[in-house]
């Protein structure tokens, strides 16, 4: 089991913008210390509350240029927000200036009032965001492609330092978005905001949908990962803000971790010791 933090970077609006940019930074470059795998950023628009982070790649160069190994990841991009030609271009220069640390989290939509401001409609989104994947795909293997609604043709320069199967992680809130997950071989990435029961279910559609796939002929051997963020919350102290999930409701987290089919829960114990955290 590998362990990530999840940053909204959200505030009430009293915290000095800046002040709040720093202290996700720190509490980042303590996560790389600590041997976390991945440090993602939520992409939140209009709002303090949910979060000050419209643009999530620029912020993960700043992390990336302050760390050595973890990985940096958006969480996530919301595909219809994004011109595809610049948001595979943005993704692979991103990739290539962290030196292929990213970990590139897409989905189908944001909130309510997010894609109303955008002039996105939620209908059909899952057949976009199958059809964003793909496109991205082609644009990320170095062929010349053909541009959406386009004649013109063209190829991605500089192409990302990873393999798109390394790289591409689809949040997945409902059983469609999981089951195009698994569809197209990539990770799975899951939010913080729904039931357990909920998301295992998810889990369970996207490995079903997986296995199918990896049972064709010449089916790509890729994905079959995921992340699922459990109760994690960002508070001012470092340690509890690493550990909480562990340390507040064991009980819960384990069996969160059960239904999830996640393994391997000793890996908090030394966390807890390595941060000087009494668990009793």
């Known amino acids: ?35 976390f795998a991945i440090a993602w950023v939520a992409e939140h628009h209009f709002s303090t509350a949910r979060g000050l982070v419209p643009e999530p790649l620029l912020f993960l160069l700043h992390l990336a240029g302050q760390t050595r190994s973890i990985r940096v990841g958006s969480a996530v991009l919301p595909a219809p927000f994004y011109h595809p030609l610049r948001l595979a271009e943005s993704v692979a220069l991103t990739d290539v200036l962290t030196g292929g640390r990213l970990a590139c989290g897409i989905s189908s939509s944001g909130v309510p009032d997010e894609m109303r401001a955008f002039g996105v409609s939620q209908d059909g989104k899952h057949d976009r965001l199958r059809e964003s994947l793909r496109w991205l795909r082609r644009a990320w293997s170095g062929e010349t492609i053909q541009l959406p609604d386009s004649e013109s043709s063209v190829t991605i320069v500089p192409q990302p330092s990873q393999s798109v199967e390394d790289m591409v992680w689809v949040a997945a809130s409902t059983e469609g978005a999981a089951r195009v997950a698994g569809e197209l071989g990539h990770h799975l990435l899951l939010p913080s905001l729904r039931p357990v029961p909920s998301s295992a279910a998810h889990v369970a559609a996207y490995r079903a949908e997986l296995a199918r796939i990896l049972a064709l002929p010449k089916a790509a051997k890729s994905g079959g990962d995921f992340f699922a963020t459990l109760g994690v919350r960002v508070g001012k102290s470092l340690a509890h803000a690493l550990v909480v999930s562990a340390l507040e409701s064991t009980t819960t987290f384990t069996e969160a971790m059960r239904l999830l089919g996640i393994k391997k829960l000793s890996t908090f114990d030394s966390l807890a010791r390595r941060l000087g955290v009494d668990k009793s």
Request: net charge negative.
């Open 1 to 35: 089991m590998q362990l990530a933090v999840l940053h909204h970077l959200e505030t009430t609006g009293d915290d000095a913008v800046a002040a709040v940019y720093a202290e996700v930074a720190e509490q980042v470059r303590l996560a790389d210390d600590l041997g």
